[in-house]
């Protein structure tokens, strides 16, 4: 059994769920975040992350990382480092899992066309829209919507990546029912889950964009802390074709970031003398992350991916495709309600900004190959669309 630290996150402490529950004992004996993360892998929109893009737009070949493959790498990482420092395993898994249900499909460029389609009605973000899935879009329950998870989970989802000040209306509609104290900083595992996101992405990316040949190993050695690196493993292999140790590359980054981490966040704690979890709340700074070098050479490789993969103009175009069609779908909806299916299309509100909200709702819980099939249906084949 792993003893977790004072400034851990403890569920025996838990300031609980909106909806009280009786705990049912034939259910087994997890506790209540490890509950937490079960009911995000048993949710149907966790089941839709395996159609929705990561990088490459409903990707042709199986070897891609989607949705549902990067969360459960980010979880994986996570995992390791909260046991390292001694927090809770299992938030910080439910986190990492949870992070990216709100995105809609074709990734950023959907979350472009829905953000100008609510941008009269409050705007778009997958962050709020993650916990307005898990608090009402869901239903599984007999008893109300939503997962009714523990104030702990929704608070990491709503601030993982730092305070709050200016919530955006869905996520002020949860706070608003449960508090969750957006202007203090969040949990460690929270703060760990959102590392994990960088680096998880960071460098699955690398290799992802050198397979489908956006980016060579000559671009990628052009960053000198990766040249290094790269010279490090060429001479550990000497004996190996270089062309079979990229996995050995990614492999050693993820380290290299993984124990950066590790070292500056256990400093962090000790300086300031943390001892509870909500020392680190009232912290005034985030605890888990980079220390100021690796920062640095994070903030170049993610330079460097955007202007040579995330910016590629195969990617911009594709993007551009999947922004065309989630805004036609929008449209559609708008002007012709039933073209939703039954259970949308009547549970539409009469006025706004409800009834662009909900229409939203659908298409942000649709995958790639979703959204394309319903735009196929409505507009039919165009020329030159995959």
Known sequence: ???????????????????????????????????????????????????????????????????????????????????????????????????????????????????????????FDHNAQTIRTLTRLETPYPRWNGLNLTWETLEGLAKHNGPVDKPTWAL??????????????????????????????????????????????????????????????????????????????????????????????????????LQSPQDVRQAGQMIGGFSDIMAEKERMLKGFMYENLYHHPKQMAAAEEGKMMVGDLVRSYREQPDLMPDDWASALPEAEPDRIRHIADFLAGMTDRYARNRHREIFGERTGQN
Not at 217 to 240: G, H, K, N, T
């Open 172 to 273: 002020a509609e949860d706070n608003e029912a449960m508090d969750l104290e957006l202007k203090n900083w969040p949990s460690l595992e929270a703060q760990i889950a959102a590392i994990a996101d960088d680096i998880a992405y960071d460098n699955h990316d690398i290799d992802d964009g050198m397979r489908a040949g956006l980016l060579t190993l000559d671009q990628l050695l052009e960053l000198p802390f990766i040249a290094e690196r790269w010279q490090v493993i060429c001479d550990r292999f000497a004996d190996v074709p270089q062309a079979k140790l990229l996995p050995e590359l990614i492999r050693d980054q993820i380290g290299l970031m993984v124990n950066d981490v590790l070292k500056t966040t256990q400093e962090r704690i000790d300086t300031l003398g």
């Open 1 to 123: 059994m792993i003893l977790l630290k004072s400034y851990a996150s403890d569920p025996a402490h838990s300031r609980g769920r909106l909806h009280d529950e009786k705990r049912d004992v034939t259910r087994g004996p997890r506790d209540d975040f490890q509950r937490d993360r079960d009911r995000i892998i048993h949710s149907i929109s966790f089941r839709r992350l395996r159609h929705k893009t990561q990088v490459f737009v409903a990707p042709d070949g199986d070897h891609y990382r989607v949705r549902l493959t990067h969360s459960l790498e980010v979880a994986q990482i996570g995992r390791t480092m909260a046991r390292a420092l001694g927090l809770n395993e299992d938030l910080t898994e439910a986190l990492c899992l949870a992070h990216d249900i709100g995105h809609p499909p074709f990734g950023h460029a959907g979350e472009d066309a829905l953000q100008e389609a609510l941008a009269e009605c409050g705007g």
